[in-house]
């Protein structure tokens, strides 16, 4: 269940995250600037963290699903009966 949650946010997530990032790119660095520009980057890391856990968890879901639709019975670790 958090997976497809996970999954369905991934693109709002990584726009935001984009919006963030242009937007730390135009910034001039005055101390108020500074202050959310540190902020803005926490969530930048956060948001870049999240989005490999995502991707990590796509890639074993795919070998996952993979492993159990290409797997022939008698090709598992236990002997047939």
């Known amino acids: ?22 937007t730390e790119a135009t910034r001039e660095q005055s101390n108020a600037a500074k202050k959310a520009s540190d902020k803005n980057q926490r969530r930048l890391t956060a948001a870049a963290h999240l989005l490999e856990v995502i991707q990590g968890l796509e890639q074993a879901h795919k070998a996952f699903e993979h492993q159990e639709g290409g797997e ?4 598992g670790t236990l002997p047939p009966p």
């Open 72 to 75: 022939k019975p008698g090709t």
């Open 1 to 22: 269940m958090v997976y497809k949650q996970l999954l369905l946010h991934k693109d709002k997530l990584r726009e935001k995250y984009q919006e963030i990032s242009n």
